[in-house]
């Protein structure tokens, strides 16, 4: 995958106060590598637990758990906002966290949306 706006928009580099497993997501979500472990597989349990495998092979088979799908949620929401995302990048965006999480993140708040 190639680089872009959206990718320097959201790189944790960006937000000093971004923790560890946000980053490890949003590396996961964007397909790059910003932790150590990587994240090799996210996945939201039917009860709304996130949980996370990283990609070491010391690590597989081990899974953490992450958070919970609505803190998640408003999370990528609220770095979408902070990042500047436009409409676009959004859309691309909120397109990229419902293929790698199944999360729906809506309209991007702030921007009028109808």
Same mark, same amino acid.
Request: hydrophobic letters at 40%; proline letters at 6%; one cysteine or more.
């Given at each position: ?9 959201? $790189? ?6 971004? &923790?560890?497993?946000? !980053? ?6 964007? %397909? ?8 090799? $597989? ?9 949980? /996370?495998?990283? &990609?070491? %092979? %010391? ?11 609505? $803190? ?9 906002? !902070? ?22 993140? /809506?309209?991007? !708040?702030?921007? /009028? /949306?109808?």
């Amino acid at each position: 995958m190639t680089e872009g706006p959206l990718h320097a928009k959201l $790189d944790p580099q960006r937000f000093p106060n971004m &923790s560890l497993p946000m !980053a490890a997501i949003l590396g996961f979500v964007l %397909e790059r590598q910003y932790t150590t472990p990587a994240l090799a $597989d996210v996945q939201v349990t039917p009860d709304g637990h996130v949980l /996370g495998w990283p &990609s070491e %092979e %010391e690590c597989v088979g081990h899974s953490m758990h992450l958070g919970v799908e609505a $803190d998640l949620r408003a999370n990528l929401s609220r770095l979408g906002m !902070a990042a500047g995302l436009d409409q676009q990048e959004w859309t691309l965006f909120a397109a990229m966290v419902r293929s790698q999480l199944g999360i729906e993140l /809506g309209e991007l !708040a702030g921007k /009028g /949306g109808s």
